[in-house]
């Protein structure tokens, strides 16, 4: 049973540039979450997904970023026109349910140049 | 909002020796996972504590959680230079989902 699965793992993106950050949840898994690792500071949470749903984004910048979780296919964080404050470690984590153990992917660090 | 501390910040245990971390949270928790983190790498789960007095113990790791549910221990018996790493609780704030709160990590160093 493959873990999260993010891709990719490393990602350099020039000023203004999109980055698309996937994330492909455990086997049976329906709950992802994403959490942002800026340098020199803790993991905070940005949104929950379930399946075709934002269940909580209450984390999420409110301008260029976006998330969802197709019916099919892997969870997608989307950041238009990047800036260098957004140059973190990006990570996913799955859960079957809720109050459940969620497990994290190796994380995407994105770098912009 | 929750708040999360975690103490000591850093550790450096002689191979060998025990050692201790905890994590203390301002509100009632409703899940206590732990998590150690390797540099440049992502989270890999350690345990998950819901019910106040739980332990649970894996290889030579031990977690707890007080009765009252705000305070959570991790214990690692003979420390091995595998165990370096950082460690890190995050807490279910009892919102819908498993939305984490983290502490600050504590960072531990294994002298050989």
């Known amino acids: 049973n493959a873990g999260v699965m993010q891709n990719p793992r490393h990602l350099v993106r020039r000023r203004g540039q999109e980055a698309r950050l996937r994330c492909s949840p455990m086997?049976?898994?329906?709950?992802v979450y994403w959490y942002r690792q800026l340098p020199e500071e803790g993991l905070k949470f940005m949104v929950y997904?379930?399946?075709?749903?934002?269940?909580?984004e209450s984390g999420m910048p409110k301008e260029r970023f976006s998330a969802e979780f197709p019916k099919e296919g892997p969870s997608i964080l989307r950041i238009q026109q990047v800036v260098r404050g957004d140059s973190a470690a990006y990570f996913c984590?799955?859960?079957?349910?809720?109050?459940?153990?969620?497990?994290f992917g190796q994380g995407t660090r994105l770098t912009v140049v | 909002s929750q708040e999360l501390e975690q103490s000591p910040q850093s550790l450096i245990v002689q191979e060998g020796k025990n050692l201790t971390i905890n994590c203390t949270s301002s509100k009632t928790l409703y899940g206590l996972y732990w998590y150690k983190q390797k540099y440049g790498e992502g989270l890999i789960f350690l345990m998950m504590l819901q019910k106040g007095g739980e332990e649970k113990s894996h290889e030579k790791i031990t977690a707890k959680l007080d009765e009252k549910k705000q305070q959570s221990s991790l214990h690692i018996t003979a420390s091995q230079p595998s165990h370096a790493g950082i460690y890190l609780c995050?807490?279910?704030?009892?919102?819908?989902?498993?939305?984490?709160?983290f502490g600050g990590g504590t960072r531990v160093l294994v002298k050989p």
């Open positions: 984590a799955s859960s079957r349910g809720t109050n459940t153990e969620a497990f």
């Open positions: 086997k049976g898994h329906s709950h």
């Open positions: 997904l379930q399946k075709e749903n934002i269940i909580d």
């Open positions: 995050g807490a279910d704030v009892g919102a819908a989902g498993n939305k984490l709160t």
